[in-house]
């Protein structure tokens, strides 16, 4: 029996895409999803988000002459299809793998992918940055932004909404909005209110008529009045959720149906061909086509390899719990004996351990949604009207909210603490969401603590001493399962800028900062065994860094520092200033992560290709001894 052939096994680039018919496409569309299914259940990846936009990509694609034309993806979750049809399906099994294609959009995979898409809100500033460029070349090709109901939240989608009206750059924002249905009572008026509004023909007669009528006398400019009313009672009662963008000067077409070719196919032409800004309102269901995931798409947002027939995660042997989950329960133990304690996070309650402290105690839980800058400077209105807040933020995403930290937190001098997870090395995600560069730009910031927990335990420790801290306080902790420390029922209470000495030694110090203190751990029972004795301190704070723990440390033959973060400017580097501070001339290695964005791969596949391991630290240990 021969395999079926598929017409996604035929389409090697876009191009391929143009000659199908609508039933052909629906077809491909289906074949998509399967093979979106069949590689994330072994890979894990972003499925729901990439299977509720399979048609809206290859509508576009059986429209645009790309890469000529360019799609901008807002965070990338939804870019598989595109993927699969710009000469990647052969390299698709390869997803988020240590040296295979990227989870998101990638310049450097692929001409096609035009922006490397991994946070929030910022694909309607870069489009209209291509659209401007192309104007001022004199260039005619298409820029299409494709955005989230959720990214078009955040502030910047917002300033950029409000200059791309007011430029009026032609340019296509499709909106795919998972978060509605289409009201099928009036769907076919408001579909043909859509592809009335959005031709060029209509707007060039709307906006002469009323340029005439304005020039006119006291009854021509009455006139005006009557229809401009009657047009915004009009539009607010058949398309209410356009008017926002029409105030704005974007066209704005009635939502249409994000998973029928046929329709978006000609709504995108209409939009296509209009000489301003036009925002195609699509309606999608995200985890469409797959049954486990349309059931329950936040299960499979990002999902880890699973079952295909069940949906059900493949199972792991059992592990320590996570420190986002130690983190979370450590939160509702301290807010049940501190009222003042508010949890505030920006659409990542259950990523960011908050779901049982949103149960617990709701009226002191804050989502303020994709608005990181916003939830930051939330942090300070609620720290001056006497709350406690804990700002819950990925590492990568808090750094969208650098300003609203220095003015509003620490120049202000809060009492807030930030709780910074998936710091270090993230794994799959790569270089988007690799936690680098949190302890440089915390560390910079005058009145900032910063606590670097080395297991659950100290991690539980760290939110208690963070909590009784005055002023802003920031501590970090990686993504995954924790050491399997057990917690203590009561936490203990750090002495601000105090290192703790794990391991006594003469020859060698390392001095760890985070999970890195295990790494140290193993690193110096490799030495010993080879008759070197090494100092091991847990650190504890990146900032202030324990002077004392310091001048000890320079009592030996080297100083080694490790830590998971960017090297330069890191805690490293506070340590280097110490040891000029205290003018020793020990020498000195600084381990962490080098001047690159970090790929993508499993997690210790990274570090040891980084040379974090210990199998890595034990090599340039052993080079910088024989030097010396």
């Known amino acids: 029996m021969t395999e079926r052939k598929r017409i996604l096994d035929m389409v090697k680039s876009p191009a391929d895409v143009?000659?199908?018919?609508?039933?052909?496409?629906?077809?491909?569309?289906?074949?998509?999803?399967?093979?979106?299914?069949?590689?994330?259940?072994?890979?894990?990846?972003?499925?729901?988000?990439?299977?509720?936009?399979?048609?809206?990509?290859?509508?576009?694609?059986?429209?645009?002459?790309?890469?000529?034309?360019?799609?901008?993806?807002?965070?990338?979750?939804q870019a598989y299809a595109h993927k699969l049809l710009t000469g990647r399906r052969e390299a698709f099994k390869t997803l988020r793998q240590l040296d295979g294609l990227t989870g998101f959009p990638n310049p450097d995979e692929s001409p096609y992918d035009v922006h490397p898409s991994g946070h929030a809100s910022d694909s309607l500033s870069v489009a209209m940055g291509l659209a401007k460029a192309r104007d001022m070349q004199g260039g005619s090709n298409n820029v299409v932004a494709v955005i989230g109901d959720s990214s078009l939240a955040g502030g910047m989608a917002f300033e950029a909404l409000n200059h791309i009206g007011q430029d009026q750059t032609r340019m296509v924002i499709v909106l795919n909005d998972n978060g509605m249905s289409i009201?099928?009572?009036?769907?076919?008026?408001?579909?043909?209110?859509?592809?009335?509004?959005?031709?060029?023909?209509?707007?060039?007669t709307r906006d002469a008529l009323q340029q005439v009528m304005e020039s006119g006398g006291l009854l021509s400019r009455g006139l005006v009045d009557l229809g401009r009313n009657m047009k915004e009672s009009m539009k607010q009662f058949v398309i209410p959720h356009a008017m926002i963008f029409e105030q704005l000067g974007i066209t704005c077409t009635a939502p249409v149906d994000g998973h029928d070719v046929a329709t978006l196919r000609q709504m995108f032409r209409i939009a296509l061909e209009s000489d301003g800004p036009v925002l195609v309102h699509v309606i999608t269901q995200k985890g469409h086509?797959?049954?486990?995931?349309?059931?329950?798409?936040?299960?499979?947002?990002?999902?880890?390899?699973?079952?295909?027939?069940?949906?059900?995660?493949?199972?792991?042997?059992?592990?320590?719990?996570?420190?986002?989950?130690?983190?979370?329960?450590?939160?509702?133990?301290?807010?049940?004996?501190?009222?003042?304690?508010?949890?505030?996070?920006?659409?990542?309650?259950?990523?960011?351990?908050?779901?049982?402290?949103?149960?617990?105690?709701?009226?002191?839980?804050?989502?303020?949604?994709?608005?990181?800058?916003?939830?930051?400077?939330?942090?300070?209105?609620?720290?001056?009207?006497?709350?406690?807040?804990?700002?819950?933020?990925?590492?990568?995403?808090?750094?969208?909210?650098?300003?609203?930290?220095?003015?509003?937190?620490?120049?202000?001098?809060?009492?807030?603490?930030?709780?910074?997870?998936?710091?270090?090395?993230?794994?799959?995600?790569?270089?988007?969401?690799?936690?680098?560069?949190?302890?440089?730009?915390?560390?910079?910031?005058?009145?900032m603590r910063v606590l670097t927990p080395s297991n659950e335990a100290e991690l539980a420790s760290a939110l208690h001493t963070a909590l009784a801290l005055d002023?802003?306080?920031?501590?970090?902790?990686?993504?995954?399962?924790?050491?399997?420390?057990?917690?203590?029922?009561?936490?203990?209470?750090?002495?601000?800028?105090?290192?703790?000495?794990?391991?006594?030694?003469?020859?060698?110090?390392?001095?760890?900062?985070?999970?890195?203190v295990n790494t140290a751990l193993e690193v110096a029972d490799a030495l010993a065994a080879e008759g070197v004795s090494a100092r091991v301190v847990d650190m504890r704070w990146a900032k202030p860094i324990d002077a004392d723990a310091v001048a000890q440390a320079a009592a030996c033959k080297l100083v080694v520092t490790l830590e998971e973060g960017a090297a330069a400017g890191g805690a490293g580097e506070g340590v280097l200033d110490v040891l000029a501070s205290l003018g020793a001339?020990?020498?000195?290695?600084?381990?962490?992560?080098?001047?690159?964005?970090?790929?993508?791969?499993?997690?210790?596949?990274?570090?040891?290709?980084?040379?974090?391991?210990?199998?890595?630290?034990?090599?340039?240990?052993?080079d910088k001894l024989a030097s010396l």
Not at 191 to 202: A, C, D, F, S
Not at 604 to 618: F, W
């Open 289 to 447: 086509g797959y049954g486990p995931s349309e059931r329950n798409p936040e299960k499979f947002h990002g999902v880890s390899p699973f079952d295909i027939a069940t949906g059900e995660a493949k199972k792991k042997a059992p592990s320590a719990p996570t420190y986002t989950s130690v983190f979370g329960d450590a939160l509702v133990r301290e807010a049940r004996a501190d009222k003042r304690i508010v949890a505030i996070t920006a659409a990542m309650k259950d990523g960011a351990g908050l779901g049982a402290f949103s149960k617990t105690y709701p009226t002191r839980f804050i989502d303020t949604g994709i608005t990181e800058e916003h939830a930051v400077a939330l942090a300070s209105g609620l720290a001056a009207g006497g709350m406690k807040p804990v700002v819950a933020i990925y590492s990568t995403f808090l750094q969208r909210a650098f300003d609203q930290i220095v003015i509003d937190n620490a120049l202000a001098g809060r009492n807030t603490v930030f709780a910074i997870d998936r710091a270090g090395i993230v794994g799959d995600d790569g270089a988007t969401h690799t936690g680098a560069f949190d302890i440089v730009y915390m560390r910079t910031v005058p009145h």
């Open 471 to 516: 002023g802003p306080v920031a501590l970090r902790y990686p993504r995954g399962a924790a050491e399997g420390v057990p917690v203590p029922a009561e936490p203990e209470l750090w002495e601000e800028g105090k290192a703790h000495t794990v391991r006594e030694g003469t020859d060698v110090a390392l001095l760890g900062f985070g999970r890195m």
């Open 18 to 77: 143009k000659c199908l018919t609508d039933e052909e496409l629906e077809i491909l569309c289906r074949e998509l999803r399967e093979e979106m299914v069949e590689v994330t259940s072994q890979t894990g990846g972003h499925l729901a988000s990439s299977l509720g936009a399979v048609e809206i990509i290859v509508a576009l694609h059986s429209l645009l002459n790309c890469p000529d034309d360019k799609i901008v993806f807002d965070v990338g979750h």
């Open 183 to 204: 009201s099928k009572p009036v769907g076919a008026l408001v579909r043909h209110l859509g592809y009335l509004r959005t031709r060029t023909e209509y707007r060039q």
């Open 585 to 622: 001339t020990v020498p000195a290695l600084v381990v962490g992560l080098p001047d690159e964005f970090v790929m993508q791969g499993k997690p210790d596949q990274v570090r040891a290709r980084l040379g974090l391991d210990a199998a890595g630290v034990l090599a340039r240990v052993k």
